[in-house]
């Protein structure tokens, strides 16, 4: 608060003056580029912040941005020479801006540096959101040709990061995998010929807490739907895994009749208590950015056996366990030739994997169906879908 502490106008003003605070300066404007520069992922990054801020074209000169590896979203290199990546000057940049695009490129692994930016009164000085340990391809980042494909997936993963804060780097595997699996959902539409047709407009008072947040995601739903009286439920509370949707593959050979079959340590058995946490398995896996249930079944084929293979035969998509689990599986047996398949151990170096791959007649397999060690559900549904289907997939494939 100003004090006056002279009778004399003169005095009294200048005294004023020099008990007023220097006013702090203006916080610098930040540069966003890339996905930022599409105004509905600008809107989900900033939230109620995106009303009151000015956006201004802008360029930073030098500069490219590239599409990343790992994602779809670009990051910038120095280009000497270039016109410069295009970008917006976001003002003011206030506290609550740079917090909630910080959670937003935080997960990223992006993080402000100065820069001067090429605005439409001439340079700026501001802040930009640089990466230089972003793995890129070398390809440049076109933000049309990203909404006209990646836009979808990119701000699925923007929302979810909104809601529920950043994602750990190490994690954000998960994050694509988990907007890809919701993407797919709202893409499914079955007639309901058995159930009553209830939809998502049968759910009301819908709110999710997020209880944990790694590679895979649990989260607290509560909700009210309707009965099959008509009424309303009360709010009932369901915890729920959350992860991305996957494929399973079991190899087949129709000339010699075999199938292969992998083993593997799983934490599940071992969190449960089995005495022996090595379990038999068919070939399984996430689907992944950019593929289709028939390119993720070939990509693990290769990965856990080694094999490469023929034509596939869809057996169809299902839920594992509805009731908690939101993963979806679609199930194929794949054609393989298996006459020079010797057993071996495979897996991806970088995720820890100790596949053992073999070969067994299909009888043998449709055995352990019996003595229990066919225990799980993606290898049974295989198993019984290969005895269903054999004699028209052993004329259809030449057996």
Do not use: C
């Amino acid at each position: 608060m100003n004090r006056t502490i002279a009778a004399d106008p003169d005095t009294a003003v200048e005294a004023t003056r020099e008990d007023t605070p220097a006013a702090a300066p203006a916080a610098p404007p930040i540069f966003v580029f890339g996905t930022l520069r599409d105004p509905d992922v600008l809107a989900v990054a900033l939230g109620p912040e995106h009303a009151g801020i000015a956006a201004t074209p802008a360029r930073l000169p030098g500069y490219r941005a590239l599409t990343a590896a790992a994602g779809p979203f670009p990051a910038l290199r120095p280009a000497p020479g270039d016109a410069g990546a295009p970008g917006l000057l976001l003002s003011p940049a206030t506290a609550e801006v740079r917090r909630r695009l910080d959670a937003f490129e935080g997960p990223f692994a992006f993080a402000l540096a100065p820069v001067t930016v090429e605005g439409p009164q001439g340079p700026v000085r501001a802040l930009a959101y640089l990466a230089d340990e972003v793995a890129v391809t070398g390809r440049p980042w076109v933000l049309e040709e990203w909404a006209a494909t990646d836009k979808p997936l990119f701000l699925e993963m923007a929302r979810e990061a909104a809601a529920f804060g950043p994602v750990p780097l190490h994690a954000r595997g998960g994050l694509i995998r988990r907007a890809l699996a919701r993407l797919s959902a709202r893409r499914r539409t079955i007639a309901p010929v058995l159930r009553t047709g209830f939809g998502r407009g049968d759910i009301a008072e819908h709110a999710v807490t997020r209880r944990h947040s790694g590679f895979f995601v649990t989260e607290e739903h509560v909700f009210r739907h309707r009965r099959f009286d008509g009424s309303m439920s009360p709010p009932i509370s369901r915890e729920t895994f959350v992860t991305g949707d996957t494929v399973a593959v079991l190899p087949w050979d129709p000339r010699s009749d075999r199938v292969l079959l992998i083993e593997q340590v799983r934490a599940g058995l071992l969190a449960r208590g089995e005495p022996d946490p090595w379990h038999l398995e068919v070939v399984a896996g996430f689907i992944d950015r950019g593929e289709r249930p028939e390119d993720a079944a070939r990509r693990e084929a290769a990965e856990e056996a080694g094999l490469t293979l023929g034509r596939l035969h869809r057996i169809g998509s299902f839920y594992l366990s509805p009731g908690a689990l939101t993963e979806m599986m679609t199930s194929f047996i794949g054609e393989a030739d298996l006459s020079g398949v010797a057993e071996g151990v495979h897996g991806v170096a970088t995720e820890h994997e100790d596949i053992r791959a073999f070969v067994v007649p299909r009888a043998d397999a449709v055995a352990a169906l019996d003595t229990g060690e066919a225990g799980n559900a993606p290898l049974a549904f295989s198993l019984m879908a290969l005895e269903l289907h054999r004699a028209r997939l052993t004329e259809a494939w030449g057996g």
